[in-house]
């Protein structure tokens, strides 16, 4: 896995995103504050912008730049989140970039995750699509998966995690405030990393 | 003195929220708002964030007082271990504890102690 795949993988979210866009906004509308669609559409944005100045040298810097830019750029609560995912991937992702060392620093990414949200498997969360993305990469390593059969895998995993928190009831974020009322929708931030996901068994194919 | 940063996803309610701590503290208090986007919008800015941070700091450390969401996600990146904490309290009587407290020249330690003992204080 190389720097110009990881800069693909931005690209190809922001695409995903941008073209999802609405869908996200509506999925937020329902238990959020209706901004995951365009904040997270404006945050990739500000990330290739970024890419294209910084013209990062290593997997690691592709990472951190994203990471430092969701951050500063996005107001959400996603900024924070998706920010902290790569900024620790960056820094601690391992050379030469094999799916293992991928996967390591995935799992690490969503550890930071974790503890900044405070949010666990179950709470109807980005996590809930995470940490089963993470789990999968984990076993296709594991297993001796190829590369784009694993990032598939990982991409599937994601999708169903996302797809499991409709029945859920929120316990973090504004969608908790609803109590039962949060049930039977699916969480904004629990697809939006299914598509960043997705982007990149696309982009790995 | 130990500086105190009031984190809002409205400017407005971080500026006001500000000059009532204030107010009842004391104006060498100091106390500064981080609210809003950059663009003025609803949310948060680390940038912002970051500004206030270094704008109260007089080296006796800052406690960051977030209203919730992002505010408490952003500020808690900004977390520096015995110098920059977060306080989980409500944002008003919180913030005017702590601000009393500052004001008062106790050390961190005690300000954030301050500022915990809002979630418990009844009114009534």
């Not at chain 1, 620093?105 to 109807?124: C, H, N, P, T």
């Not at chain 2, 809003?36 to 941070?53: K, N, Q, Y």
């Not at chain 2, 005017?96 to 204080?121: C, K, S, Y």
């Amino acid at each position: 896995m190389e720097t110009a795949l990881f800069v693909a993988w931005f690209e190809e979210a922001a695409r995903l995103v941008r073209a999802d866009r609405d869908r996200l906004t509506r999925l937020d509308a329902a238990i959020g504050d209706a901004d995951h669609g365009t904040n997270l559409d404006r945050g990739l944005t500000e990330v290739l912008k970024a890419l294209a100045e910084s013209a990062p040298a290593s997997e690691a810097e592709v990472l951190t730049t994203a990471g430092a830019t969701l951050i500063r750029r996005v107001g959400g609560a996603s900024g924070p989140l998706y920010g902290s995912l790569f900024r620790q991937m960056g820094k601690v992702l391992q050379t030469p970039v094999t799916l293992a060392a991928f996967a390591g620093a995935f799992e690490e990414g969503v550890v930071a995750v974790e503890r900044l949200g405070k949010a666990a498997l179950g709470d109807k969360t980005m996590v809930d699509a995470l940490a089963p993305a993470s789990r999968a990469l984990a076993l296709a390593v594991r297993d001796g998966v190829g590369v784009r059969e694993a990032l598939d895998q990982a991409a599937r995993a994601a999708g169903e995690g996302s797809k499991a928190t409709i029945p859920m009831q929120a316990r973090k974020g504004r969608a908790s405030y609803l109590g039962e009322r949060s049930i039977g929708h699916e969480d904004p931030g629990a697809a939006s990393a299914t598509l960043i996901m997705t982007a990149l068994a696309n982009v790995a194919g | 003195m130990v500086g105190v940063v009031l984190v809002s996803h409205s400017a407005g309610l971080a500026i006001e929220a500000a000059a009532l701590a204030r107010g009842i503290a004391g104006e060498n208090a100091p106390v500064a708002a981080a609210g809003g986007t950059e663009d003025g919008g609803l949310g948060t800015s680390v940038d912002l964030i970051e500004a206030a941070v270094r704008g109260v700091d007089r080296g006796a450390g800052v406690v960051i007082i977030p209203d919730l969401g992002s505010s408490v996600l952003t500020a808690r990146l900004l977390e520096e271990d015995g110098r920059v904490v977060v306080a989980d309290v409500p944002f008003v009587e919180g913030a005017i504890a702590a601000a009393v407290a500052a004001g008062a020249g106790v050390p961190l330690a005690d300000v954030l102690e301050a500022a915990e003992e809002a979630r418990t204080f009844r009114k009534l």
